[in-house]
């Protein structure tokens, strides 16, 4: 987002497109899994195909990047455990996938035929998404630090009881035992330790789903950030 801020570019993350999806088809009470019923399926299809990504938008308020669809702020949304959970079950269609893409890409088509230079952030937009881009990186870095900054992102754009009641799914008076049992610090470990947990299950998710698994591109220039900062 900083580097799209400074060069002047749009920027978008691919990964919100399912987010999206996913928070749509939460919303509408759908048990969401690998081994998901056709009818289950289709009426995620149908949820894809709505999406209206014009309708899409981000900006800063108060230093804090905020999303929005339709004007509403979806920003907690997007950094819930709940979707992080979910999300995976969502990207792993391929019927899915491939209206995703289209619209992505489509958008992504609009931009340049206005000359603006597009920033676009995603685990396979390199392969998927845009595969002739003019410069393609990948940044890694450790799981720990990755955890770290996780937890970061989100507790900044949340309060940490926000955080510890979506990740826990506790209630109020949960909350307030844990904090005199453990502290803030005590809690941040154990979300630290949930963030943990989430990024692993993603990784291994991504890795190995069977339609388009998560890989670097052949061209792309691999960047480890573990020992970087912005």
């Keep these: 987002q900083e580097v799209a801020k400074r060069l002047g570019a749009v920027y978008f993350s691919y990964g919100k497109i399912y987010r999206l999806i996913t ?8 048990q969401l899994r690998f081994d998901m019923q056709e009818e289950v399926i289709g009426s995620l299809i149908n949820i894809t195909r709505d ?3 014009q309708q899409f938008s981000s900006k800063y308020i108060d230093g804090k990047i ?20 979910n999300v995976a079950f969502v990207s ?15 958008m992504l088509k609009k931009f340049r035929e206005k000359g603006m230079f597009v920033l676009l952030e995603g685990r396979v937009t390199g392969i998927e998404i845009a595969p002739g881009a003019d410069i393609k990186i990948f940044l ?11 937890a970061k992102q989100i507790v900044k754009a949340r309060s940490l009881k926000s955080v510890y009641l979506q990740i826990f799914d506790g209630s109020e008076s949960d909350y307030q035992q844990r904090l005199i049992e453990k502290g803030e610090a005590g809690l941040a470990v154990e979300i630290s330790e949930a963030i ?4 692993e299950q993603r ?3 991504d890795r190995e789903r069977k339609h388009m698994p ?6 792309a220039v691999t960047i480890d950030t573990s020992n970087i900062a912005i």
Excluded at 23 to 30: D, I, N, V
Excluded at 140 to 150: G, P, Q
């Design 140 to 150: 890694t870095a450790d799981l720990e630090l990755r955890v770290e900054r996780r």
């Design 214 to 219: 998560a890989t670097i591109a052949l061209d």
């Design 196 to 199: 943990r947990k989430s990024i």
């Design 51 to 53: 999406i209206d990504l």
């Design 23 to 30: 928070w749509f088809a939460l919303e509408q009470g759908h």
């Design 66 to 85: 905020h999303y929005f669809y339709f004007d509403r702020d979806i920003t907690d949304i997007f950094y819930s455990e709940d979707i992080a959970k």
């Design 203 to 205: 990784d291994r998710r």
């Design 92 to 106: 792993a269609i391929p019927q899915i996938r491939k209206i995703a893409v289209s619209k992505v890409q489509e």
